[in-house]
């Protein structure tokens, strides 16, 4: 079973050379700590900002240069400033190539909801709404079951949606799934985590196609 | 040189009346306009509309507003990081219309720049196109969202002149040239105003014509939300 | 009767303290020349500029500034430069108080035609549909007559339009015309010319109340 | 750092075939893609379709493609300064489709920032809304004007780097800046590619993203159109 760090670091071989990439806050963030070395990737964060690099030294924070997370942030050679027109330019006019974001549900179709539990939590949608409607390549990051140990890979999403049928390919705790017209092909699963176990935790369609191999983590 | 200086946010503020709807720049804490919003406090005008990509925390930025319950309606995308706020808007104390902050860049952009609507793809198949007209594109679905319409923005920059020439800075730009223009009156604040001529005329970021009234903010607390660093090793 | 300098001249009367102003290729252009000293107007150009000075002292002309009509310019301080969707955003978005632009044709409900002769001159729109579909206040300056003496203050246009019901306001060699629900309302004539003859000139309807004052230019 | 950089006009323009669509910066002479213009003409690439707001001179600009009968079609708002462009299109061999400048400048910012249309009052009423949908919001009548589908965007800025960062200059920014992103590929030709971290990130008017490959253009003759100038009293 992986922990944030472990589904980060699978998720960071799924960034390509040459991609720009906008991470969402929580797990998504800790991806940019484990992309290889040697290929080129930009992050972009939707308040504008393109070539985002690591926190700052201590005492060399800027309450002006933060990321999407409120965040103070650096930025590496190359980068560029922006206001929130010009970056969701980017994001709806399919400049940026992979976004990697959490959620509460996915369901088989493709439908992802992270923005609202009714009368309980409602923080907004921030940039989610447009990054998965205009993303072509969305990867979700998240835990497979909830704090109740109830899936949260459903047939259905039963929460408002973020999105209709956005979602490509999910890296839990427990596996990595694709999103296919015929439910959730597994992929791969985690290390020390079985089929079954995986299956018990899946509560929309799993499809489970000849030998599924361990993640190389 | 048409002049836009004013010598007091006093003076900048004239106008603002209860039950109006305001345009706020910033982004979380990063680029709000601080001393527009300490005089709207100091004002005591109610039963105001904001429309601002967040809603300040609990004792800083529009939070100071919510706290007087001078907010009757805050149109925003993310508002994760007030408890008064969540308090109000759970009670039903406070009309809260959440929408994709893309679409609210753009719905600026579209009062700004004289388009009646715009079609996004955000939020399609959602709560937040239930109502709205929806029409198919090449085959993708799009929802049509109007211009705002609103009575003042208040915008802060870091630089500007008397013409209201405006330049930002880092990610404090973020939706401040957006609402420029985009109200019947936008009031700009700086950190810095300086003597016409001085800006670069190719290295401004939003062009006095969009700005009425211009002044220099007293002072900036800029606070940071988040204080994430690194150690050196 | 007056030149294209005096309509011109009687035209910068129409500009007001604080206005942005955007002129048109001919006639209009010249207007910024009579343009009361003790007022603060600046002037746009749609291919990206504002606070336009006067033309270059010989040998510091700049290929990288130029207005619409592709003439060398200069910039007063606090001017700015800006890409083409920003500027019609400044002109769509009402941001320009006053449009001043030359025409072939007007009509009495405030139709305007100046782009284009069917199978003869065909130059294009550039900015003047913007313009016209755009502006609050427009002030059409013209010659009264074409060069074969033929009235261009029409009942209706006879050429494609521009804009339809937009103008308010001509000012021609002739007279100075306002725009109204009945007709073309006859405000000023121009130096020597007799109501008579403006009368004879314009083919539209022309509504004489009163006295007309002769224009002091 | 995505690297944009290549080291010849020959290879950005790869790819570029017949019966494509183009996009080209520029404002009469000002701000167009010299090195780019010059290589279709060395290419001989026939039955291009190009948007731009004019069609250059007789012998600098688009004209050079069009004295050699390269473009089959042109969208442009104004086009009064080319004879042979006008020959061409009253004899009927050239396709030219006449648009209202802001309306130019706007779908090919839809085409960049993924809007599949907009609302614009320009040209309502008139030839150029024959057979498009109107509709009224707000009492005012508006067109449905669709985004721009092209193959290349040409663009020149001033300076730029090898992340693909533009700065303009002046007014020859104009049409360049929309039009990055809003081809399938984007090719910028600058005056001076500086090494990447010079540009200040505060002051990029285009950001890398937008641009699929850069050059450093051999020369700029940067023609001047009209040259008007007054004389020292």
């Known amino acids: ?217 | 040189m048409i002049l836009k200086k004013v010598n007091s946010v006093q003076d900048a503020l004239k106008g603002v009346k209860n039950d109006m709807t305001l345009m706020l720049g910033g982004f979380g804490l990063s680029g709000i306009p601080e001393n527009a919003i300490a005089e709207l406090v100091s004002m005591e005008v109610k039963g105001l509309t904001c429309i601002s990509n967040n809603a300040g925390v609990d004792d800083f930025g529009l939070g100071l507003l919510l706290q007087k319950r001078q907010i009757k309606k805050m149109v925003s995308s993310y508002v994760g990081e007030n408890d008064e706020f969540e308090r109000q808007m759970l009670s039903g104390e406070l009309d809260v219309e959440l929408i994709p902050q893309g679409t609210l860049a753009e719905r600026c952009r579209a009062a700004q720049a004289g388009f009646p609507a715009i079609y996004t793809p955000a939020g399609y198949g959602t709560e937040v196109a239930e109502g709205k007209e929806t029409r198919e594109f090449d085959g993708k679905m799009y929802v049509l969202e109007h211009a705002f319409k609103a009575d003042f923005a208040f915008v802060k920059a870091w630089k500007g002149d008397a013409a209201g020439n405006l330049v930002f800075k880092g990610t404090a730009r973020n939706f401040n040239p957006c609402m420029c223009g985009a109200a019947k009156i936008t009031i700009a604040e700086v950190e810095e105003l300086v003597p016409v001529g001085e800006l670069d005329p190719n290295q401004i970021h939003m062009p006095g014509i969009f700005v009425q009234r211009i002044f220099e903010g007293e002072k900036y607390e800029k606070r940071i939300e988040q204080r994430t660093v690194r150690t050196r090793e």
């Open chain 1, 1 to 217: 079973m992986l922990d944030k760090n472990g589904i980060a670091k699978r998720i960071a071989k799924e960034v390509q050379d040459g991609y720009y990439v906008n991470l969402g806050i929580g797990i998504p963030t800790l991806v940019a700590n484990y992309v290889r070395e040697d290929i080129e990737v930009e992050f972009q964060s939707e308040n504008g900002v393109l070539g985002m690099g690591p926190f700052p030294f201590e005492g060399e924070e800027d309450a002006d240069i933060i990321n999407a997370g409120k965040q103070t942030i650096t930025t590496l050679p190359g980068a560029s400033f922006f206001d929130s027109a010009t970056s969701f330019a980017m994001i709806r006019g399919q400049h940026v190539d992979l976004t990697i974001l959490g959620a509460m549900e996915v369901s088989e179709n493709g439908d992802i909801a992270n923005w609202k539990i009714p009368g309980r939590m409602v923080k907004g949608m921030g940039g989610a709404m447009d990054l998965v409607a205009s993303a072509e390549n969305i990867i979700v990051a998240m835990m497979h079951t909830n704090k109740k140990g109830e899936s949260k890979i459903l047939k259905q999403c039963s929460l408002p949606l973020t999105g209709v049928g956005c979602v490509k390919k999910i890296v839990t705790n427990l596996a990595v799934l694709e999103v296919t017209q015929n439910g959730f092909k597994l992929l791969e699963r985690a290390p020390g985590v079985s089929v079954e176990d995986i299956q018990k935790a899946t509560e929309g369609t799993l499809i489970v196609e000849g030998n599924i191999p361990e993640m190389a983590v």
